[in-house]
């Protein structure tokens, strides 16, 4: 995905979504709505902040400060 670039995260998530979806008849995306949020704290880390920052500054309208951790908390 665009937000990882070369990290495989996002196929685990996108994987547990498929799982859950199928095991309780709920749409996908709402499964991935759920649990992305859940998922980003998970493996929010040094390497990944930056890049979890990006997706919150550029889908969820998030304002930037000067402590990318912080932001990418958000």
Request: glycine letters at 4%.
């Amino acid at each position: 995905g665009f937000m990882y670039e070369n990290l495989k995260q996002d196929a685990v998530c996108h994987a547990i979504a498929h799982q859950l979806a199928t095991r309780y008849h709920v749409a996908h995306g709402h499964i991935i709505a759920i649990v992305m949020s859940h998922w980003l704290r998970y493996i929010l880390s040094e390497q990944t902040a930056p890049l979890i920052r990006r997706f919150g500054i550029r889908c969820l309208n998030i304002e930037p400060s000067n402590n990318v951790f912080l932001d990418a908390e958000c």
